[in-house]
Structure formats: C-alpha cells, structure tokens
C-alpha cells in the first residue's frame, strides 16, 4: 500500500511538470507568432494568436487545481513541496508572457504599425528574438533542473532592458522627426514594453527555478539597466 501512495504521488508530481512544459510550449509560441504576425502585418495571424490566448488560461487553471489537490491530499515536504509551489509560479509567469503575446497581437491589428519600416521595427524584433532565448533558456533549466542555466537567464535580462532603452530613445528621435506618425510610433513603443516585460517573467522563471534547486532564494538584487529618462 505504501509503495502504491508513494507511486501515484510521484506520478502527480510528474504530471504537473508535464503540463509546466505544454504551457513553457504555448507561451513561446504564442509569443514567436506575435512577433512573426508583427514583422510581417500579419492580421490573420495576429486575430489567431489573441484568441488562442485562452489555452494558458486554461492550463494555469489546471496547473493551480492539480498543485492545490496535491497539496490538500499529500502534504508534500522538502523538495516535493518546492515542486509543487514552483509549478504554481511558474504557471503563472506563463500565463503572462501570453497575455503580453495577446496583447501585442492587438497593437498589430489595431496599430497600423505596416506604416513604419523595417529600420523603425529592427530594434522591436531583435528585442522579441532575446526575449524568445530567454523564455526558451527557462524552460530548458526548469526540463534540466539545470542551476548554471537558471542563472544564466536570470542575467541575460540586463540586455533585454538595454535593448529596450536602445528601442525608446531611436523611436522617440523617430518621432521628433516624423510627428505625423506619432501614435504609431506610442503603439511599437508599447510592444517594446510589453516584449521587456515577458522578458522580466522568464527571469521570474529562473529565480523560481534556483528556489526549486537550491530551497533558498535569490539574494543578489536583479541585474538591470537603468531605464531611459523621458
């Protein structure tokens, strides 16, 4: 009998990481189609990816279901309890960096970024593709249980910031000399924000990972870029 309980137990656990990596998948291609919709003034694929969005909704809600029951019926301790926390965490992070894709979906189709050039869009693009690594460098750490590569990503988010700060001072010269396109100009720069942030959640991410490896938080202040003054 005890062997059975430790069994199912340990099948559950198993399965709530099963389903941290299906979300890890739906948030990175949620966003790798935001960018992909962005580049090319995708409106179809743009419309996909904001109603697509309720996929993660609905896998954090089974993630928070599943941790609770295991928390409500096997009173997990050490390590198996940083598993359990940590996928709530994380599903939660997830669940983010796709609201952010949804919500960049909508700056492409409601934004008339197709008005600026690719030299005006370059910066925002990159700024997705370090955020894609970041997000990808995550969930291979958490796959891994892998700490180097936690911290890794956990540092790599200082570049993203100075990439965002790279973005805002080009658009807002952009805009200076181009004040007919000012509004547009405020939508790249709100995706501009919104790739930094889902940046920000990988990081969240890594540190939950380092928590879940190690049972002692992060120390160290985050690594970061001071913001551009406006």
Not at 36 to 54: G, H, P, V, W, Y
Request: hydrophobic letters at 45%; proline letters at 2%; a negative charge.
């Amino acid at each position: 009998m005890t062997q059975h309980i430790v069994k199912a137990f340990q099948e559950e656990l198993d399965q709530l990481e099963a389903l941290m990596a299906h979300m890890g998948g739906l948030a990175e291609s949620q966003l790798l189609g935001a960018m992909e919709a962005l580049k090319t003034n995708d409106s179809a694929l743009a419309q996909k990816i904001i109603s697509q969005d309720r996929l993660l909704d609905e896998r954090e809600h089974e993630a928070n279901s599943r941790a609770l029951q295991i928390l409500a019926l096997r009173q997990p301790m050490a390590e198996d309890l940083r598993e359990t926390v940590a996928a709530v965490k994380i599903a939660t992070d997830l669940e983010r960096i796709g609201d952010l894709a949804r919500n960049i979906a909508r700056r492409v189709l409601h934004g008339d970024l197709s008005s600026l050039g690719r030299i005006e869009t370059g910066g925002v693009i990159a700024m997705g593709h370090r955020a894609l690594s970041q997000i990808k460098g995550a969930r291979d750490a958490y796959s891994a249980r892998d700490l180097a590569m936690a911290l890794e990503v956990w540092r790599a988010d200082q570049e993203l910031d100075r990439m965002h700060n790279s973005v805002l001072r080009e658009t807002l010269t952009y805009m200076l000399e181009k004040p007919d396109l000012m509004t547009i100009c405020m939508h790249l720069l709100f995706v501009a924000k919104m790739i930094e942030r889902a940046g920000d959640h990988s990081t969240n991410i890594a540190e939950t990972i380092v928590f879940l490896i190690t049972g002692e938080p992060l120390v160290e202040d985050r690594p970061k870029e001071s913001s551009v003054q406006t």
